[in-house]
């Protein structure tokens, strides 16, 4: 087994959490009509609880004949908040496109984080691919630069229960129903005063809040692991708001 770095576990951190804070980003395949040349195109994306991305395509877009003809394609998003996008974080997820089935778990998932798709479930010719990262390469600013190894990445599946997916939808109804005040607080704890937070999705290492300034990633203060863990890192962050501390793990907004 190969030991880590601790400049190296930064760097899977910091990628894991620069992926999950974007729903967007440049999708690169290669061109079937131009024999190999590489073609980059606009894609929305969410990622999965190992933090793969999910794209849903159009069977008669470009992106989906090149898919077909070859698999291997990588996803970059970046940080837009800075005027020199060279000094923005980013990061680009190379692996293989596979269409994946859709679900009511997954597509409800979808939806909440990108509702302007809706349109497109009416449409039959859009299908779910999962991109399955096989190498990650970071670049957290200047001189932090990183080659990753997928299996660094990726959550392993066994590192989270089958139920922890399956409970994410009637979680987030739960929270947005019966606590938002809770998600106020933790809103504000990161310095977002935000009198209407939704929370978008959640996943072992933390959860996504929809505010007027976008979206605030939140993370857990350890992964969780099943529904019960799940309930225990909320009732910790919710304890330790209302005991008067005002800390919570590190957020990003995007």
Known sequence: MISMSENYRKA???????????????????SAEMGGWPFGSVAPYILDFEGNPILLLSDLAQHSHNIKQDERVSLIAWENE????????????????????????????????LPQAQEYFAIHDFRFYKVAVERVRFIGGFGDIHWIRGEDYRLAADAFDA????????????MNADHKDALVRYCRAQGVDEPEPR????????????????RLRIDFDAPVHDTQGLREAFVRMSRALSAGGGDLPGAVSG
């Open 12 to 30: 899977v951190r910091d990628a894991r959490r620069l992926a999950r804070t974007h729903s967007s980003g440049i999708l690169s395949t290669l």
């Open 82 to 113: 800075k005027s020199d996008i060279q000094q923005s974080g980013r990061v680009t997820l190379l692996g293989r496109a596979v269409i994946t089935e859709q679900n009511e778990s997954l597509r409800d998932r979808y939806l909440r984080y």
């Open 163 to 174: 139920g922890l997916v399956a409970a994410e939808s009637g979680a987030v109804v739960h």
């Open 199 to 214: 929370l978008v999705g959640l996943d072992p290492l933390g959860f996504d809040v929809a505010t007027r300034q976008g």
